[in-house]
């Protein structure tokens, strides 16, 4: 497809979640938007697939809850728009020991953004969830009701169903390898590995693990941006207490903060197991991955469910894995900014969601259209996104409190 009359006014490279939902946010305001995705839609090979996502408002920093409840208002527009559901809502609960700064600055950053928490100690606790979880008299539990599932490759395809209905195109297999200013015709050229060229007025890369490399190809910078691989588990629930965990019967969404951090879904996608997995992985590149769970994380996530489920859950190990990709950055928070030097504003980035950006997609995506359109974000500071913030700085915005995620070699 070379069409040099065809001008887009927006190409959106990179079909997961936040690309999908950008290339809906700017064909619904009237843009002619192109979505294209490097390998098949729907595919497992990134961070977009998979059975499950927490959302949560739970953050130590105090610039994310506001995004995740708008989010949340998106997540159910979206539904409403397309006529089916993929946020189910529950109640999210965080546990650890009571001097733990990450927990403490999340309560704070609730009070904060006024978001109302509810702080129990471990008799509360087993009082609160009828006894399911175990916690030793120095740790403590923090319930709020905004938590829930979203289904991730149902939630994809959604965004790309809406976007193809307000009159987008999608093409996968399109793996793009240079993006370029032509003066010539006044826009910007996207080239992929099979030779097919698209030009566009404003180009959106949102590709996940593979955004370090496509970056650096394209300018020459190097964006602090490490792909890990991570791997999700299921655990059996003992036979006669799988309705207690179920969403329905109101089970939360949990993480549970120290070394290693390690959250947990309810029972939702397979009947009788409940997902619980560490935040964390091992440093790979994006096309040589391992699939392959580290013994290591494996063993502690043996022994915290041992301790906080005792004989509720077989601890013995997990009956389903899979594998899934993060992209990391060093403060774990987001890059999305315009690429500047040469292209100036007409081509932007999205990147280092840092194993926690899912949850935010919709308005990641209403972000990246604002910007694209309007070269501004409305309702949100995006200074803590910015990517001079690691010039001179190599460590990015600034923290009192524990790395979350947990990386090993």
Avoid at 2 to 24: K, L, P
Avoid at 142 to 157: D, L, R
Avoid at 299 to 313: N, P, Y
Avoid at 334 to 358: M, T
Wanted: proline share 4%; hydrophobic share 35%; net charge negative.
């Amino acid at each position: 497809m070379e069409n040099r009359s065809e001008i887009f006014d927006v190409i959106v490279v990179g079909a997961g979640i936040m690309g999908s939902s950008t290339a809906y946010q700017t064909a619904k305001r009237g843009k002619k938007t192109l979505l294209l995705e490097q390998f098949d839609f729907l595919h497992h090979r990134g961070s977009s697939h998979g059975e499950s996502r927490t959302i949560r408002v739970t953050y130590p920093e105090e610039y994310y809850p506001k995004m995740v409840l708008e989010s949340e208002k998106l997540w159910e527009e979206a539904e409403a728009e397309v006529g089916y559901k993929v946020y189910f809502k529950t109640s999210q609960f965080d546990l650890g020991p009571s001097d733990n700064k990450s927990l403490q600055a999340t309560i704070s950053s609730c009070q904060k953004n006024r978001i109302p928490v509810r702080v129990l100690d471990h008799n509360q606790v087993c009082e609160e969830l009828s006894g399911k979880f175990q916690l030793t008299e120095d740790w403590i539990g923090v319930v709020t009701e905004h938590g829930g599932v979203i289904k991730p490759t149902k939630a994809v395809s959604l965004f790309q169903t809406l976007a193809i209905k307000n009159g987008a195109s999608l093409r996968d297999n399109m793996e793009v390898v240079d993006i370029k200013k032509d003066d010539s015709e006044d826009a910007i050229l996207v080239c992929t590995r099979n030779d097919q060229r698209f030009w566009g007025k404003i180009c959106i890369v949102t590709v996940g693990a593979w955004m370090k490399r496509l970056v650096e190809k394209v300018t020459g910078l190097t964006l602090p941006i490490q792909p890990l691989e991570t791997a999700v588990h299921y655990w059996k629930i003992k036979e006669g207490h799988e309705a207690q965990f179920m969403i329905d019967s109101g089970f939360p969404t949990f993480a549970s903060y120290g070394e290693p951090y390690i959250y947990g879904t309810p029972s939702l996608e397979f009947p009788g197991l409940l997902k619980i997995a560490v935040h964390g992985g091992h440093p790979c590149e994006p096309d040589e991955r391992t699939w392959a769970a580290s013994p290591s994380a494996l063993t502690a996530l043996k022994e915290w469910i041992q301790s906080k489920f005792g004989d509720l859950i077989d601890s013995s190990g997990p009956v389903v894995r899979q594998s899934c990709m993060y992209s990391m950055t060093p403060d774990e928070d987001f890059v999305i900014d315009f690429l500047d030097g040469e292209f100036g504003k007409d081509v932007l980035v999205a990147g280092g969601f840092s194993g926690h950006g899912f949850k935010m997609g919709p308005v990641v995506g209403r972000i990246l259209a604002d910007l694209a359109i309007e070269k501004q974000a409305k309702y949100v500071e995006l200074k803590h996104f910015s990517i001079k913030r690691f010039e001179g700085n190599s460590k990015g915005n600034a923290k009192d409190f524990d790395d979350q995620v947990n990386s090993v070699g």
